[in-house]
């Protein structure tokens, strides 16, 4: 039997009022449990709402230097469990043990970010055209604040929303993603050890599609940041539009990489493979199209194939393995109907394809890093998300042809150029329409100290991460003080 855990409300681990728990398996082990979480109600929601009500006058009263030093130390605290948090990531939502310990290192590094950030939470002076005035400007926290994750960065993502909210002043409510929620109840734990006042930080567990409306329009709700699906960001916009919510929303992407012709082949596919196949796909900004010029195709196509080929894939705590299983039974099915749907779109499979059941690998959600070629800009696997290891690879004219198919879907999260030319570079820079725009390195792959967001169907607008983060969960005050 896996370990049971609480809702975290008030200060508290406690059972929802429900009654009922679920559990989460491993992916790579369907046989092998994880731990099993609340079935949270709209009640325990309401809950955790009131809670973080009434810790959040107190909480902003803290200076926020002070609120800092808890990050800080959560940080330290969660570093001493790296290889504990890693190895239950990796058993969870099943990225390799590689991955894991790198996110691990990268909310660390956000706690910490953050945490710093308390000593620079500031306005600006301005100077007044009147004599005698001064006139500044401060930050206000919002006051409660509603967090929806996914399960594919189980623990960067909440900590990239948990940290800002919490410096900027504002009490939360979080929701992970059913399917991993075990590294957003280590981060709780973490800033709880830290001395995160009770209240302040307050977590449900269940299923998004019975407590989110809770989450999303309680009246008590100032704002809403939410990464995940376009099909359910797009309905939480339509219900805090016309309340006037602060919504924050990062969802999908069709992340392409072009490849020019000058590109070092080895280094162009090393990217393309890094972005494409990585994390299993499972990344908003994962490469799924490859854009090559037609003069390279043929040889870049038969290095990509080869490369992939080689790529091992099994349990992410397995030395060597490259690619884990899928999240859960549901992802795998998409991933694969999608294979399908390209087969019958008329694309061709040049690579992989197929569900592995072999080598052990039948108690698990896995499935071969798979190319379409033969594929054309109409066809719904160049337009819509896949998000599994699944790339198309399309030969274009020449640069102009492929700035015009990068941009040609409704996404803009990110998007890299493999080149030496500066010229295209700039080009592709001030023509590409993405939120990332990344040059020689993979469409996925970003740090915490830079602002990260997308643009067109990927995001509202506001960014995470980066001192902009702040932004969001923060309002500009304007004084004007005659002396
Ligand atoms: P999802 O199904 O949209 O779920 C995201 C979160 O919303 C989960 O906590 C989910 O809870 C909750 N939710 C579900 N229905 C809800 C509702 N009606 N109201 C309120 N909340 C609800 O997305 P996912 O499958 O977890 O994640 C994959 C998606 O995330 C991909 O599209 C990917 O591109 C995107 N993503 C975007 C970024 C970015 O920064 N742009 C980063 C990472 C991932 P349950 O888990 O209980 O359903």
New binding site residues.
């Given amino acids: 039997m896996s370990e049971i855990f609480g809702n975290f409300i008030n200060g508290e681990w406690v059972d929802s009022s429900s009654g009922k728990t679920f559990k989460s398996v491993n992916p790579a082990n369907i046989e092998e449990e994880i731990a099993s979480y609340q079935v949270s109600t709209v009640s325990d929601v309401k809950a955790g709402i009131e809670a973080a009500k009434s810790s959040q006058t107190d909480w902003s009263a803290i200076p926020a230097p002070q609120r800092g030093t808890i990050l800080i130390k959560a940080a330290e605290l969660l570093e001493q469990r790296t290889e504990q948090i890693a190895s239950e990531m990796t058993r969870e939502e099943g990225k390799t043990i590689a991955e894991a310990k790198g996110e691990v290192g990268r909310s660390v590094n956000i706690l910490r970010y953050f945490g710093g950030e308390g000593a620079r939470f500031c306005g600006e002076t301005i100077p007044s055209e009147r004599a005698g005035v001064f006139s500044y400007t401060f930050r206000k926290p919002l006051g409660v604040v509603s967090l929806?994750?996914?399960?594919?960065?189980p623990i960067a993502?909440p900590v990239w929303k948990i940290a800002p909210a919490l410096i900027s002043g504002n009490s939360v409510v979080i929701?992970?993603?059913?399917?991993a929620p075990i590294c957003t109840i280590r981060v709780i734990e973490a800033l709880n050890q830290a001395g995160l006042p009770k209240g302040v930080l307050n977590m449900v567990?269940?299923?998004?599609?019975?407590?989110?409306?809770e989450?999303?329009s309680n009246p008590v709700i100032k704002a809403i940041s939410?990464?995940?699906?376009?099909?359910?960001?797009q309905?939480?916009q339509q219900k805090t539009a016309s309340k006037g919510v602060k919504t924050q929303l990062?969802?999908?992407?069709k992340n392409p990489t072009i490849v020019l012709k000058d590109a070092d082949l080895d280094l162009a596919t090393d990217i393309v493979i890094n972005g494409a196949f990585f994390s299993t796909g499972?990344?908003?900004?994962a490469t799924s199209r490859a854009l090559i010029e037609k003069e390279i195709f043929n040889d870049f196509v038969a290095l990509l194939v080869d490369k992939t080929k080689k790529l091992k894939v099994g349990n992410g705590l397995e030395q060597g393995v490259d690619v884990g299983p899928c999240?859960d039974e549901n992802?795998m099915k998409t991933v694969l109907d999608y294979i399908e749907i390209g087969q019958k779109e008329g694309a061709n499979i040049i690579c992989g394809g197929q569900r592995l059941m072999d080598e052990g690998r039948d108690k698990g959600y896995f499935i071969q890093p798979t190319i379409f070629s033969g594929v054309s800009t109409d066809m719904r696997i160049a337009q819509e998300?896949i998000?599994g290891p699944v790339l198309a690879v399309l030969p274009v004219e020449g640069f102009e042809q492929a700035i015009a198919l990068a941009n040609q879907v409704k996404f803009g999260?990110s998007a890299s150029i493999v080149t030496n030319q500066l010229n295209r570079t700039f080009d592709y820079i001030n023509q590409i329409e993405a939120g990332l725009i990344i040059v020689n390195l993979p469409s996925a792959g970003v740090e915490y100290q830079l602002p990260?967001?997308?643009t067109k169907a990927?995001?509202t607008g506001y960014r995470?991460q980066g001192s902009v983060a702040t932004d969001f969960y923060s309002e500009l005050r304007t004084v004007y003080l005659k002396y």
């Avoid at 929806?148 to 960065?153: E, R, S």
């Avoid at 939410?226 to 960001?233: A, I, L, W």
Wanted: hydrophobic share 35%.
């Fill in positions: 929806l994750t996914p399960w594919n960065f993502i929701k992970p993603a059913s399917a567990t269940g299923a998004g599609s019975v407590i989110g409306d989450l999303v939410f990464t995940g699906s376009c099909e359910v960001g309905s939480i990062e969802m999908g992407g499972q990344k908003c900004t999240v992802q998300e998000f999260l990260f967001g997308g990927s995001s995470e």
